[in-house]
Nanobody, 122 residues
Framework: QVQLVESGGGLVQPVGSLRLSCAAS????????MGWLRQAPGKEREFVAT???????DYAESVKGRFTISRDNAKNTVYLRMNNLQFEDTAVYYC????????????????WGQGTQVTASS
């Protein structure tokens, strides 16, 4: 059983930056593909970025060029660096893990963190 704990969310002004962290425990971190997904009020959970277990990354079109996913297998941690935050990035951000390859589909992730709130507001 893998446990995931996110941190780093908060309130930021538009065009500001934040870095989210997700610490994993209870499994072989390097063998999992990791993803970040988000859910805004009244909307479905949507894909943000993924970093698979062989080193490939993928991003939603809406965050390409602004967000960067990275991982440190020695620290069992995955990160999401978010630059140039916009109002529409406001959401609860979830870290997720899957034994398969990185996916854009929330249903394919096996483990989830509790989420961390990110709010871009002036």
């Amino acid at each position: 059983q893998v446990q995931l704990v996110e941190s780093g969310g908060g309130l930021v002004q538009p065009v500001g930056s934040l870095r989210l962290s997700c610490a994993a425990s209870g499994g072989t971190f390097s063998s999992y593909s990791m993803g970040w997904l988000r859910q805004a009020p009244g909307k479905e959970r949507e894909f943000v970025a993924t970093y698979n277990y062989i080193g490939g990354t993928d991003y939603a079109e809406s965050v390409k060029g602004r967000f960067t996913i990275s991982r440190d297998n020695a620290k069992n941690t995955v990160y999401l660096r978010m630059n140039n935050l916009q109002f529409e990035d406001t959401a609860v951000y979830y870290c997720a893990a899957t034994r398969g390859g990185g996916s854009r589909r929330a249903a394919l992730y096996d483990y989830w963190g509790q989420g961390t709130q990110v709010t871009a507001s002036s």
